[in-house]
């Protein structure tokens, strides 16, 4: 057996070394693998959030989408979209039928009031018709009777009682001293309620009568107003489902009815769906429901649509529709504000700090501060910002009281003002001390040293700063929630004229969708959009400080 | 006796540093730049100048004139004190805390340690070259304006002459004058040498204080910076402090030898590097210490 020498071969690496190599090799990998992963996890959090938020600007709109589009912002062409409506309402006009007819059973309220109107009426055409005294007396007291038995059959819940009602009203129906009069409006619905009591389960009519309400709703929520309707003032309320994904659940409501059963006793209800086909079972209603889910897409016409004003457009009736125009303008002007209020005080105090404090006992003491201010959480920035800047510092200055952006930048620029110093600070410090001697040398005072030699050359340092600043900024919720923020406004301009008064931005009103009210269901979209306007606005600020930036360092570095 | 502006061939046999007895028969100082000094006095005047960083010594009880319109070069071993000599004319120890001085050090009759003195304007009359070029990351352009800025001269045309005038005295206005929006830093290290050297002249200085220029260049930028220098001394006057005495012999008209802090002997260069009065002297340049 031979027995392996040790190589002897110099330029064969020793085992040493090559352990070394693994070594290094591992760490490489390790190192490249977590950046990897680092990045992979900023897709996984950011890819779906901008996937949900683009739907707020790519989706299936309606008809009715472009018809608040005509209407509110003019935009579409007239003529297309007049011929779309004419050939929707054709397709809306049998669900509008079956629902009348229907619900002329189960209104009972709607049916009486008729009745009573018809009576007044009639009375009003013998006043009119001149009749003889005595068979006016008589036609008026057949009317009453008319009347009460409608009104009765109306009533009562039982089939063979309403039948029997009926069966009196239309006893009278070959009268020949009504014909052509008012009273053979008696007889029409009668007719009609006769379908309706063979029809449907009169004991059940308070069940129907409620589930009668969801499908009304569901259809307003799909179609808006009913043709001929006096236009509705809330905004909300004018236009039917302007998306198709919001179509698609008010079609779900149309179709299926949520029921909330006992399962056992004493647990939790369980909520089943039933078709409405089975909860309408026997009425005339159900032929509607197969025909909305058939024809649903012919009602609505989705079509593909980029709603890119959806970035400039301001919003409608809270968010419901329009765009996000007032936030992207507030968060723009905030952060920029806040910016320029933090960058000139957080430059001057990183030079006071590097140039001129030396190491004493109070510069140490005020760098403690800075380093802690930094932490402080944002929410106290908030109420100091109230305390301070929106009941002391601005009425004194004759600015109104109250939130204003003016306040929230203030505010927002104590908050990133430790950013900005501690970035200043590293970059005046890094400042290569040669090119101070050389300004110093030529006859440069401190001051015009520090200007045109020392700050230009921390520049990019600084910038850095910035870029951290404007992305904390520009996400900050807490601090202008007492100072800045209103959950709804309209785009302000020019801007200047919008900095005494209160804005919504990006981050506020996302919050504010989300815990404010029933919009948070309806709107997802929105909400989703609003965040993903916020990552695009602030990769945008980035991206344009970073290419500054390196602009900068560029040009220093001589290239 | 030792009568500047007489050639060093001639100079007189006595091996005494020049004192400050001496009188010059030079009649023009300063030709065409700022108020003239009076005739024939040095214009840099030292005496028993001190300086401490703390309770250490940087260099003690300095004694020596230096000249008008001629090259003093200063040698000497590391750490002996010569560039804080040098850095003591425009205060450019100041920078360093706990500095300390005593004695006297002026600069056309002025003692540039007065309280009253305005240190900007002491900078601009004395120039600075440091050992490591160190241009601003400016275009060449801005570079030389720099000083000429903020003397007052923004006006256009007056800018670029003073840059072309500086470029051209630097001998570097052949090699740039095609790009002198590029920036400076893109020059080779000579370049970036003779353009800090065309900074300093921009302020119309009197003096020039050069702290090992060459220190970084490699031989070729080395000879160029030295024709320079030889070229400039007709304007300026200029101390060089060096670390190479092939370089002193070669630029300068006085030399001045300081060890640990002291002024050892100054002399005519060729006196130093041929007769030297001091034993220490001699050891070094002949290369037997430092």
Same mark, same amino acid.
């Given at each position: 057996?031979?027995?392996?020498?040790?190589?002897?071969?110099?330029?064969?690496?020793?085992?040493?070394?090559?352990?070394?190599?693994?070594?290094?090799?591992?760490?490489?990998?390790?190192?490249?693998?977590?950046?990897?992963?680092?990045?992979?996890?900023?897709?996984?959090?950011?890819?779906?959030?901008?996937?949900?938020?683009?739907?707020?600007?790519?989706?299936?709109?309606?008809?009715?989408?472009?018809?608040?589009?005509?209407?509110?912002?003019?935009?579409?062409?007239?003529?297309?979209?007049?011929?779309?409506?004419?050939?929707?309402?054709?397709?809306?006009?049998?669900?509008?039928?079956?629902?009348?007819?229907?619900?002329?059973?189960?209104?009972?309220?709607?049916?009486?009031?008729?009745?009573?109107?018809?009576?007044?009426?009639?009375?009003?055409?013998?006043?009119?018709?001149?009749?003889?005294?005595?068979?006016?007396?008589?036609?008026?007291?057949?009317?009453?009777?008319?009347?009460?038995?409608?009104?009765?059959?109306?009533?009562?819940?039982?089939?063979?009682?309403?039948?029997?009602?009926?069966?009196?009203?239309?006893?009278?129906?070959?009268?020949?001293?009504?014909?052509?009069?008012?009273?053979?409006?008696?007889?029409?619905?009668?007719?009609?309620?006769?379908?309706?009591?063979?029809?449907?389960?009169?004991?059940?009519?308070?069940?129907?009568?409620?589930?009668?309400?969801?499908?009304?709703?569901?259809?307003?929520?799909?179609?808006?107003?009913?043709?001929?309707?006096?236009?509705?003032?809330?905004?909300?309320?004018?236009?039917?489902?302007?998306?198709?994904?919001?179509?698609?659940?008010?079609?779900?409501?149309?179709?299926?009815?949520?029921?909330?059963?006992?399962?056992?006793?004493?647990?939790?209800?369980?909520?089943?769906?039933?078709?409405?086909?089975?909860?309408?079972?026997?009425?005339?209603?159900?032929?509607?429901?197969?025909?909305?889910?058939?024809?649903?897409?012919?009602?609505?016409?989705?079509?593909?649509?980029?709603?890119?004003?959806?970035?400039?457009?301001?919003?409608?009736?809270?968010?419901?529709?329009?765009?996000?125009?007032?936030?992207?303008?507030?968060?723009?002007?905030?952060?920029?504000?806040?910016?320029?209020?933090?960058?000139?005080?957080?430059?001057?105090?990183?030079?006071?700090?590097?140039?001129?404090?030396?190491?004493?006992?109070?510069?140490?003491?005020?760098?403690?501060?800075?380093?802690?201010?930094?932490?402080?959480?944002?929410?106290?920035?908030?109420?100091?910002?109230?305390?301070?800047?929106?009941?002391?510092?601005?009425?004194?200055?004759?600015?109104?009281?109250?939130?204003?952006?003016?306040?929230?930048?203030? $505010? =927002?620029? &104590? /908050? @990133? !003002?430790?950013?900005? *110093?501690? +970035?200043?600070?590293?970059?005046? %410090?890094?400042?290569?001390?040669?090119?101070?001697?050389?300004?110093?040398?030529?006859?440069?005072?401190?001051?015009?040293?520090?200007?045109?030699?020392?700050?230009?050359?921390?520049?990019?340092?600084?910038?850095?700063?910035?870029?951290?600043?404007?992305?904390?900024?520009?996400?900050?919720?807490?601090?202008?929630?007492?100072?800045?923020?209103?959950?709804?406004?309209?785009?302000?301009?020019?801007?200047?004229?919008?900095?005494?008064?209160?804005?919504?931005?990006?981050?506020?009103?996302?919050?504010?969708?989300?815990?404010?009210?029933?919009?948070?269901?309806?709107?997802?979209?929105?909400?989703?959009?609003?965040?993903? $306007? =916020?990552? &695009? /606005? @602030? !990769?945008?600020?980035? *991206?344009? +400080?970073?290419?500054?930036?390196? %602009?900068?360092?560029?040009?220093?570095?001589?290239? | 006796?030792?009568?500047?502006?007489?050639?060093?061939?001639?100079?007189?046999?006595?091996?005494?540093?020049?004192?400050?007895?001496?009188?010059?028969?030079?009649?023009?100082?300063?030709?065409?730049?700022?108020?003239?000094?009076?005739?024939?006095?040095?214009?840099?005047?030292?005496?028993?100048?001190?300086?401490?960083?703390?309770?250490?010594?940087?260099?003690?009880?300095?004694?020596?004139?230096?000249?008008?319109?001629?090259?003093?070069?200063?040698?000497?071993?590391?750490?002996?004190?010569?560039?804080?000599?040098?850095?003591?004319?425009?205060?450019?120890?100041?920078?360093?805390?706990?500095?300390?001085?005593?004695?006297?050090?002026?600069?056309?009759?002025?003692?540039?340690?007065?309280?009253?003195?305005?240190?900007?304007?002491?900078?601009?009359?004395?120039?600075?070259?440091?050992?490591?070029?160190?241009?601003?990351?400016?275009?060449?352009?801005?570079?030389?304006?720099?000083?000429?800025?903020?003397?007052?001269?923004?006006?256009?045309?007056?800018?670029?002459?003073?840059?072309?005038?500086?470029?051209?005295?630097?001998?570097?206005?052949?090699?740039?004058?095609?790009?002198?929006?590029?920036?400076?830093?893109?020059?080779?290290?000579?370049?970036?040498?003779?353009?800090?050297?065309?900074?300093?002249?921009?302020?119309?200085?009197?003096?020039?204080?050069?702290?090992?220029?060459?220190?970084?260049?490699?031989?070729?930028?080395?000879?160029?910076?030295?024709?320079?220098?030889?070229?400039?001394?007709?304007?300026?006057?200029?101390?060089?402090?060096?670390?190479?005495?092939?370089?002193?012999?070669?630029?300068?008209?006085?030399?001045?030898?300081?060890?640990?802090?002291?002024?050892?002997?100054?002399?005519?260069?060729?006196?130093?590097?041929?007769?030297?009065?001091?034993?220490?002297?001699?050891?070094?340049?002949?290369?037997?210490?430092?």
């Amino acid at each position: 057996m031979i027995r392996r020498r040790p190589s002897t071969d110099p330029l064969r690496p020793g085992r040493l070394l090559r352990l070394r190599g693994a070594v290094d090799r591992i760490f490489t990998g390790l190192a490249s693998g977590s950046i990897l992963l680092i990045a992979l996890a900023l897709v996984v959090v950011l890819a779906p959030m901008l996937w949900r938020g683009a739907t707020a600007v790519l989706f299936r709109g309606t008809v009715e989408f472009r018809l608040m589009q005509m209407q509110k912002f003019g935009r579409g062409n007239r003529a297309d979209l007049a011929v779309e409506l004419v050939q929707v309402a054709e397709v809306r006009q049998p669900v509008y039928g079956m629902l009348d007819r229907f619900s002329r059973g189960i209104a009972t309220d709607d049916l009486e009031e008729e009745a009573r109107r018809l009576y007044r009426e009639f009375g009003k055409q013998l006043d009119r018709r001149d009749t003889p005294a005595q068979e006016r007396t008589e036609l008026r007291s057949l009317a009453k009777h008319l009347r009460d038995d409608f009104t009765e059959a109306v009533e009562s819940t039982d089939k063979a009682a309403a039948r029997e009602a009926l069966g009196r009203v239309l006893r009278h129906a070959d009268d020949p001293r009504l014909k052509g009069t008012v009273a053979e409006g008696f007889f029409r619905m009668a007719r009609d309620y006769g379908h309706i009591v063979d029809t449907v389960d009169l004991s059940r009519r308070a069940e129907y009568a409620k589930a009668l309400g969801e499908v009304r709703d569901a259809i307003r929520a799909l179609f808006g107003p009913r043709p001929g309707e006096p236009r509705p003032p809330l905004v909300m309320d004018q236009y039917g489902a302007t998306r198709w994904d919001m179509a698609e659940r008010q079609l779900a409501r149309l179709l299926t009815a949520e029921k909330w059963v006992e399962v056992q006793p004493g647990q939790p209800l369980q909520r089943i769906e039933v078709p409405r086909e089975q909860q309408f079972a026997g009425t005339d209603l159900v032929p509607l429901f197969p025909f909305v889910r058939e024809r649903a897409v012919e009602m609505l016409d989705p079509r593909l649509t980029f709603y890119w004003q959806y970035f400039i457009d301001d919003s409608l009736s809270g968010h419901y529709f329009g765009g996000v125009g007032p936030e992207i303008l507030g968060t723009l002007l905030i952060t920029v504000l806040a910016i320029l209020f933090a960058l000139p005080l957080g430059v001057v105090s990183a030079a006071y700090l590097v140039e001129c404090a030396g190491d004493g006992r109070v510069v140490r003491l005020i760098r403690t501060c800075i380093n802690t201010l930094a932490g402080v959480p944002s929410i106290v920035f908030g109420l100091f910002g109230l305390a301070f800047f929106v009941i002391f510092l601005l009425p004194k200055f004759g600015f109104p009281q109250g939130a204003s952006i003016l306040a929230g930048a203030l $505010t =927002l620029g &104590l /908050l @990133v !003002l430790p950013i900005i *110093i501690r +970035a200043s600070e590293e970059a005046i %410090r890094s400042v290569p001390p040669t090119y101070k001697e050389a300004a110093l040398a030529l006859g440069a005072s401190r001051l015009r040293c520090f200007v045109t030699v020392t700050l230009p050359a921390a520049l990019p340092g600084i910038l850095t700063g910035v870029i951290l600043s404007v992305s904390r900024a520009a996400g900050e919720t807490a601090p202008i929630l007492f100072t800045a923020a209103v959950a709804i406004g309209s785009t302000a301009w020019p801007p200047w004229s919008a900095v005494t008064k209160p804005t919504c931005t990006l981050a506020y009103s996302s919050y504010h969708i989300a815990v404010g009210d029933r919009l948070a269901a309806l709107v997802p979209h929105n909400q989703y959009g609003m965040v993903m $306007t =916020l990552i &695009l /606005l @602030v !990769l945008i600020l980035n *991206i344009a +400080a970073i290419l500054v930036r390196s %602009r900068v360092a560029k040009r220093l570095r001589g290239q | 006796m030792v009568e500047p502006g007489d050639s060093p061939a001639q100079m007189p046999q006595t091996a005494e540093a020049p004192d400050k007895t001496v009188r010059a028969r030079v009649p023009t100082l300063f030709a065409a730049a700022g108020p003239r000094p009076l005739n024939g006095e040095p214009l840099i005047r030292s005496r028993d100048f001190s300086l401490f960083y703390g309770q250490k010594v940087g260099v003690k009880q300095i004694t020596m004139d230096i000249h008008p319109q001629s090259v003093t070069a200063i040698i000497g071993p590391s750490g002996c004190g010569k560039s804080t000599f040098l850095r003591s004319i425009n205060r450019m120890n100041d920078l360093i805390p706990n500095v300390r001085v005593e004695g006297r050090l002026e600069v056309a009759g002025i003692d540039v340690n007065d309280r009253r003195v305005n240190l900007p304007n002491l900078r601009q009359q004395v120039g600075m070259v440091f050992q490591k070029p160190n241009p601003f990351p400016k275009s060449i352009y801005d570079n030389v304006a720099y000083g000429r800025r903020f003397q007052g001269f923004r006006h256009r045309g007056e800018l670029d002459e003073a840059v072309e005038r500086c470029l051209r005295a630097a001998a570097l206005w052949d090699e740039v004058k095609d790009n002198l929006r590029k920036s400076a830093l893109a020059l080779s290290g000579g370049q970036q040498q003779r353009l800090c050297i065309a900074r300093a002249l921009a302020t119309q200085p009197k003096v020039l204080l050069m702290d090992e220029p060459c220190s970084a260049l490699d031989p070729i930028a080395t000879g160029r910076i030295e024709e320079l220098i030889a070229d400039l001394k007709s304007a300026y006057t200029i101390v060089i402090v060096t670390h190479n005495m092939q370089q002193a012999a070669r630029v300068s008209d006085r030399t001045a030898f300081f060890c640990l802090g002291e002024l050892i002997e100054y002399d005519w260069t060729s006196v130093i590097f041929t007769k030297p009065s001091k034993k220490q002297t001699e050891d070094y340049v002949t290369g037997r210490f430092g």
